[in-house]
């Protein structure tokens, strides 16, 4: 079986978390697999967390639109060379993009499984809704399936692209790649209390209202501290707000850190303070090492996930009502449910989901 991914970058947000699980999957279970990379953004670090056994192929390109160039002269010269059983891809613009090469013929593909990475009709308005709209169009009329991560995000794509109905469009949950205790064993903290939040520092994130939460839940608990994982655009705004509020030594902004999981493991709690998700796959991670787990209603079926804490968008005062919940939450039960809920949706599982549409 021959298996391609590809992905924008190798920066490992929530969609190439996805793809990078499936890649590696596949390629335990005896698959060749070939990952495209339109950029080389992230790109070493990406490729440690492949399988050796994989074929990577990385564009040198720092923009997508280049990298988009680079590709496809890459599939001219190899004209009919390239062909597989299946291939993943997620991001519109992306999944529009191999669908369109599909179609021309430059790379044969059996099955062609997109995924739904965002909320677009929620997220974006103006010229970008127009573009993301006119790709839906012109490059989801060959694919075979369409996986979208939460029914709510099912409901709006097909609202709002009916025509769309006419392929397989269908809710899976994100997968989950247990973990092994190696990468959970160190405290990165030692002897210190904290809840831990992480995320791109960007204004979907919410980490503006974690912060102005905590500045209260801190007069509460003078020992607590606050940790937040991940770089982005809006560190100087955080930064400000943190100094405003003199939690300087209180709140930190770590920046990106490679393993994440340990801090999940020993920090008090863990928090997704999102405003709109398609779904945070950092919340299954968060279950996956703490047994209190507290997250905005960011994304459609989080409020299904039983032992999570859930609270508003966009809602300090709830935000909180709900950490606070947390903190008295008997943890035996939430092991229990999360366990559950997390061997229901493990990576091996959703391979399985996905092939079994297909047929």
Request: aromatic letters at 10%; charged letters at 20%.
């Amino acid at each position: 079986m021959k298996v391609a991914v590809f992905l924008p970058s190798g920066s490992l947000g929530g969609a190439e978390q996805v793809l990078l699980q499936i890649a590696n999957a596949y390629s335990d279970n005896g698959a060749a697999v070939t990952v495209y990379l339109l950029t080389n953004l992230k790109a070493t670090e990406f490729e440690k967390k492949l399988r050796s056994e994989i074929n990577l192929i990385c564009f040198d390109a720092a923009r997508e639109s280049k990298g988009i160039f680079k590709i496809l002269v890459h599939f001219l010269f190899k004209f009919g060379q390239n062909k597989f059983d299946y291939a993943y891809s997620s991001h519109v613009h992306l999944n529009a993009f191999v669908s369109v090469l599909r179609r021309l013929s430059l790379i044969k593909i059996n099955k062609h499984i997109v995924r739904e990475s965002t909320l677009i009709f929620n997220r974006f308005k103006g010229y970008k809704l127009k573009l993301f709209s006119f790709l839906y169009n012109v490059g989801y009329s060959k694919v075979d399936l369409i996986i979208c991560q939460t029914e709510l995000m099912k409901v709006q794509l097909v609202e709002n692209k009916p025509k769309l109905q006419n392929r397989k469009v269908v809710v899976i949950n994100n997968p989950i790649t247990l973990l092994g205790k190696d990468l959970t064993s160190l405290n990165p903290l030692p002897n210190r209390e904290y809840i831990v939040s992480a995320g791109r520092l960007i204004p979907e994130k919410g980490f503006d209202i974690l912060i102005e939460a905590f500045k209260v839940l801190s007069r509460q608990h003078p020992a607590l501290e606050l940790v937040i994982l991940g770089e982005g655009s809006s560190r100087n705004n955080l930064e400000k707000q943190i100094d405003t509020a003199a939690l300087n030594g209180k709140v930190h902004l770590v920046g990106f850190v490679e393993n994440v999981y340990s801090y999940f493991t020993y920090a008090k709690m863990c928090v997704v303070s999102s405003r709109i998700e398609g779904f945070p796959n950092v919340l299954l991670q968060m279950m996956s090492c703490n047994n209190r787990v507290v997250s905005t209603l960011c994304a459609g079926g989080i409020e299904n996930i039983k032992g999570v804490t859930t609270c508003k968008t966009g809602d300090t005062s709830d935000l909180i009502e709900a950490i606070s919940q947390s903190m008295r939450i008997e943890e035996t039960y939430t092991r229990k449910v999360f366990d559950e809920f997390l061997s229901n949706n493990d990576i091996t599982k959703y391979i399985e989901t996905v092939e079994s549409y297909l047929d």
